[in-house]
T-cell receptor
Framework: ETGVTQSPTHLIKTRGQQVTLRCSSQ?????VSWYQQALGQGPQFIFQ???????GRGNFPPRFSGLQFPNYSSELNVNALELDDSALYLC??????????FGPGTRLTVT | RKEVEQDPGPFNVPEGATVAFNCTYS??????FFWYRQDCRKEPKLLMS???SGNEDGRFTAQLNRASQYISLLIRDSKLSDSATYLC????????????FGKGTMLLVSP
């Protein structure tokens, strides 16, 4: 058990809508990363937060945004949903080392 | 060239077989290397880290060749429970710790 939870488990949205995904950790780590995993692909890095500030971002447009809270929780927000946003969204918490602990993911379907 | 490339799968092997996964990475400054395992519709889980000296964990052996930018994973005496997707993962050199995943290679072990 990684002690990382994500909600909701599954979500169906329509194109153009906005979505908020949530993640929390019992690990006490200060760093949280979000990844998008499309079907048949490896996870792709979206961004990372450290002590509530974004400190790294992958090749994703600004309509992907996030927040980190002091209570070891985080949100991923996606505006103006597109069909290609359909994917498994994973959060991962890590400390000063390189190992990251993944949550079970939220499966988002955009129709 | 993709940052992390893996053998395309799937690999279909009988129980007891030895199977090898190969991976190459493009950034010679990469610092840390891992193999993750991902079961169907689940989150990735760390299988093992990979060190230049090579490391072994039971039936699993990982090797790193920095000069060739090549990583391998060997599974001996395959079990049915080894069936999963194996992800080659590289920690990219940057001001923050983020993981770059390969596409993954699926392994199917049959009785």
């Amino acid at each position: 058990e990684t002690g990382v939870t994500q909600s909701p488990t599954h979500l169906i949205k329509t194109r153009g809508q906005q979505v908020t995904l949530r993640c929390s950790s019992q690990s006490g780590h200060n760093t949280v990363s979000w990844y998008q995993q499309a079907l048949g692909q490896g996870p792709q890095f979206i961004f990372q937060y450290y002590r509530e500030e974004e400190n790294g971002r992958g090749n994703f447009p600004p309509r992907f945004s996030g927040l980190q809270f002091p209570n070891y929780s985080s949100e991923l927000n996606v505006n103006a949903l597109e069909l290609d946003d359909s994917a498994l969204y994973l959060c991962a918490w890590g400390g000063s080392g390189y190992e990251q602990y993944f949550g079970p993911g939220t499966r988002l379907t955009v129709t | 060239r993709k940052e992390v490339e893996q053998d395309p799968g799937p690999f279909n092997v009988p129980e007891g077989a030895t199977v090898a996964f190969n991976c190459t990475y493009s950034n010679s400054a990469s610092q840390s290397f891992f193999w993750y395992r991902q079961d169907c519709r689940k989150e990735p889980k760390l299988l093992m880290s990979v060190y230049s000296s090579g490391n072994e964990d039971g039936r699993f052996t990982a090797q790193l060749n920095r000069a060739s930018q090549y990583i391998s994973l060997l599974i001996r005496d395959s079990k049915l429970s080894d069936s999963a997707t194996y992800l080659c993962v590289v920690n990219q050199p940057s001001g923050y710790s983020t993981l770059t995943f390969g596409k993954g290679t699926m392994l199917l072990v049959s009785p």
